[in-house]
Protein backbone atom coordinates (compact mmCIF):
# COMPACT_ATOMS: atom_id res chain seq x y z
CA UNK A 1 0.00 0.00 0.00
CA UNK A 2 1.52 3.58 -1.09
CA UNK A 3 0.36 5.10 2.48
CA UNK A 4 0.92 1.90 4.70
CA UNK A 5 2.83 4.73 7.06
CA UNK A 6 0.06 6.81 7.55
CA UNK A 7 -3.22 6.09 9.55
CA UNK A 8 -6.57 7.38 9.51
CA UNK A 9 -8.55 6.04 12.90
CA UNK A 10 -11.46 8.00 14.50
CA UNK A 11 -10.21 6.30 17.56
CA UNK A 12 -6.69 8.47 17.42
CA UNK A 13 -6.72 11.97 16.94
CA UNK A 14 -9.99 12.26 16.63
CA UNK A 15 -9.57 10.80 12.98
CA UNK A 16 -6.34 12.71 11.93
CA UNK A 17 -3.90 11.25 9.34
CA UNK A 18 -1.61 9.76 11.85
CA UNK A 19 1.80 8.00 11.37
CA UNK A 20 0.57 4.15 12.12
CA UNK A 21 1.17 2.91 15.26
CA UNK A 22 1.52 6.27 17.08
CA UNK A 23 -0.46 10.00 18.07
CA UNK A 24 1.93 11.65 15.88
CA UNK A 25 -0.68 13.76 13.49
CA UNK A 26 1.35 14.41 10.02
CA UNK A 27 0.20 18.33 10.87
CA UNK A 28 2.98 18.13 13.42
CA UNK A 29 5.72 16.61 11.20
CA UNK A 30 4.58 19.16 8.66
CA UNK A 31 4.51 22.00 11.56
CA UNK A 32 8.15 21.05 12.35
CA UNK A 33 9.36 21.66 8.78
CA UNK A 34 7.60 24.70 8.62
CA UNK A 35 9.44 25.94 11.63
CA UNK A 36 12.59 24.81 9.80
CA UNK A 37 13.14 21.43 11.20
CA UNK A 38 15.75 18.77 9.41
CA UNK A 39 14.45 15.49 9.25
CA UNK A 40 17.59 14.30 11.95
CA UNK A 41 15.97 16.86 13.90
CA UNK A 42 12.59 15.45 13.91
CA UNK A 43 13.80 12.23 14.58
CA UNK A 44 15.56 13.24 17.30
CA UNK A 45 12.13 15.05 19.20
CA UNK A 46 10.08 11.66 17.68
CA UNK A 47 12.34 8.62 18.03
CA UNK A 48 9.79 5.95 17.17
CA UNK A 49 9.26 7.70 13.59
CA UNK A 50 12.07 6.74 10.73
CA UNK A 51 13.03 8.39 7.67
CA UNK A 52 10.66 6.62 5.52
CA UNK A 53 7.20 7.66 7.78
CA UNK A 54 8.58 11.36 7.27
CA UNK A 55 8.63 10.38 3.60
CA UNK A 56 5.22 9.17 3.86
CA UNK A 57 3.71 12.06 5.77
CA UNK A 58 4.91 14.53 2.98
CA UNK A 59 4.29 12.17 0.20
CA UNK A 60 0.68 11.52 1.36
CA UNK A 61 0.40 15.45 2.11
CA UNK A 62 1.60 16.20 -1.48
CA UNK A 63 -1.58 13.64 -2.92
CA UNK A 64 -4.04 15.94 -0.23
CA UNK A 65 -2.77 18.82 -1.59
CA UNK A 66 -3.18 18.17 -5.29
CA UNK A 67 -6.74 16.32 -4.69
CA UNK A 68 -8.21 18.69 -2.83
CA UNK A 69 -8.87 22.73 -4.17
CA UNK A 70 -6.74 25.11 -2.72
CA UNK A 71 -8.60 28.16 -2.43
CA UNK A 72 -6.37 31.38 -2.10
CA UNK A 73 -6.74 33.66 0.78
CA UNK A 74 -7.38 37.19 0.12
CA UNK A 75 -5.03 39.96 1.33
CA UNK A 76 -7.67 41.33 3.44
CA UNK A 77 -10.27 39.98 5.62
CA UNK A 78 -13.74 40.80 5.73
CA UNK A 79 -15.45 40.15 9.13
CA UNK A 80 -19.60 40.31 8.87
CA UNK A 81 -20.75 41.50 12.51
CA UNK A 82 -23.44 39.35 13.13
CA UNK A 83 -25.51 37.87 16.64
CA UNK A 84 -22.34 35.25 16.29
CA UNK A 85 -19.53 37.60 17.10
CA UNK A 86 -19.08 38.53 20.83
CA UNK A 87 -19.99 41.97 21.93
CA UNK A 88 -16.93 42.83 23.12
CA UNK A 89 -15.15 41.42 20.11
CA UNK A 90 -17.26 43.13 17.80
CA UNK A 91 -16.39 46.56 19.78
CA UNK A 92 -12.23 45.60 19.74
CA UNK A 93 -13.07 45.30 15.75
CA UNK A 94 -15.35 48.80 15.44
CA UNK A 95 -11.84 50.51 17.13
CA UNK A 96 -9.11 48.35 15.87
CA UNK A 97 -10.12 46.96 12.39
CA UNK A 98 -13.21 49.18 10.79
CA UNK A 99 -12.07 48.94 7.76
CA UNK A 100 -12.81 45.01 7.63
CA UNK A 101 -16.01 44.85 9.06
CA UNK A 102 -19.20 44.04 7.16
CA UNK A 103 -22.72 44.43 8.39
CA UNK A 104 -25.57 42.28 7.47
CA UNK A 105 -28.09 44.24 5.13
CA UNK A 106 -31.71 42.93 4.21
Excluded: F, H
Excluded at 50 to 55: G, M, S, W, Y
Excluded at 89 to 106: D, F, G, H, K
Aim: glycine letters at 4%; hydrophobic letters at 40%; one cysteine or more.
Amino acid sequence: MRYESISIDPQVCSGKPCIRGTQIMVTNILGLIAGGYSNEQILQTYPELTREDLAAALDYVSQVVDEDKVIPVPDALAVLLDQNIPRAVAAWLRIQRPERLMTWQQ
